[in-house]
């Protein structure tokens, strides 16, 4: 499957194409214009004063990391935010200079790379912190960080009882490393569950023994998507959004913003046939025709990651019409009932995320 990323609309119209495994009957198009203006839903939504830090891990939940990064940095978020060192360093590697915290549980003997990349490392446990406090050479600069405290998503992060511990040794070393302290919302996206402003408490409580001890982080966050979404008291200094950057809201529940998906799936008809009435569909004959149909075969498949289980009542585009998949998803391709379709034809287009 091939991914296509629409450039942003400043520039001459261009498509960026990448060749995933060699597979290119299929593709994603990705519209960094949606992403630009889910972004500014963001900012209008939580008001002016905070910090947006864009979540763009898992290659940008799948969306392309550099372009997405390149132009969220651009539309002015704050910081950038991977899980793992790998990702920071694919950033720099595209030359994304913009501040990247590593939200995950990186091993120690990734602490130098990050360093030298200037990748903002997370504590999430007094063992990776001391390793952190101790990976300074002297004279040196600390190696700023954020500390991640655990209120009840059982994660990553210290327990509140770990604090003190905690801020003894980062006061030992050096109040100045600890840039940020963050939690993780566990069930924000759900407006009414009683979780949220317990673990806010928790976390406030964090916060204010924190600049007790001394310390005086510039970057407190807890709002993910949920939280920016319906939990105004999780916006604090700096919100986190992540899913919703990309045009998904996190559940049902969620109020609904003005957010526009930026990903496409498409493919393309490979083959037209007319079958008669009574005519078997697929693995297992899960389809038969109910009357003379017009049948289109689709390369795609779930080696391309659709679920079978889909297949019952899946939909795709075709001319803009929805026609129901016909019988079992198949490794490498799938068939649609085109019948209501009467002109469709071969390398017509399918969308199959999409309108």
């Known amino acids: 499957m091939a991914q296509r990323v629409t450039e942003p609309s400043h520039r001459p119209a261009a498509w960026v194409r ?8 299929a593709w994603a198009e990705v519209d960094l214009d949606a992403i630009a203006h889910n972004l500014r839903v963001v900012r209008r939504h939580i008001g002016g004063q905070r910090r947006v830090m864009a979540v763009v891990k898992a290659n940008a939940y799948g969306h392309g990391a550099v372009p997405v990064a390149r132009r969220l940095v651009a539309e002015g978020a704050d910081l950038l935010a991977v899980a793992f060192p790998e990702e920071g360093l694919e950033l720099r590697g595209a030359g994304i200079r913009a501040p990247v915290l590593v939200l995950g ?7 130098p790379a990050m360093a030298a990349a200037s990748l903002t490392p997370t504590a999430y446990s007094l063992p990776f912190l001391d390793a952190l406090l101790s990976a300074t050479p002297a004279g040196a600069p600390p190696i700023g960080f954020h500390m991640k405290i655990d209120t009840g998503m059982g994660r990553l992060g210290l327990l509140p009882d770990q604090l003190p511990a905690a801020l003894a040794r980062i006061a030992a070393r050096g109040r100045a490393a600890l840039e940020g302290l963050f939690t993780t919302l566990s069930c924000s996206d759900d407006p009414a569950d009683p979780h949220t402003p317990a673990q806010l408490e928790m976390f406030e409580s964090a916060v204010s023994s924190a600049r007790a001890a001394g310390c005086a982080p510039a970057w407190i966050h807890a709002a993910n998507s949920g939280g ?22 996190p559940s049902a529940r969620c109020t609904r913003l003005d957010l526009r998906p930026a990903l496409s799936l498409k493919t393309s008809i490979a083959l037209v046939k007319r ?17 003379p149909s017009l049948i289109g075969t689709v390369p795609m498949g779930y080696a391309d990651g659709l679920a079978r289980l889909i297949a019952a009542r899946g939909r795709a585009l075709v001319h803009g019409v929805e026609t129901p998949i ?9 068939m649609l009932d085109l019948t209501g379709i009467p002109d469709a034809a071969e390398e017509d287009e399918v969308v199959l995320i999409g309108a």
Do not use: K, N
């Open 18 to 25: 990448r060749a995933l495994e060699g597979r290119h009957h």
């Open 105 to 111: 549980a990186a091993s120690v003997d990734q602490i």
């Open 228 to 249: 920016v979404i319906d939990a105004p008291p999780s916006w604090l200094e700096t919100v986190r959004p992540g899913i919703m950057l990309y045009g998904v809201h």
């Open 275 to 291: 079958l008669p009435a009574g005519a078997p569909l697929g693995y297992g004959r899960s389809f038969v025709t109910a009357r």
């Open 326 to 334: 016909a019988g079992r998803i198949s490794m490498d391709h799938l």
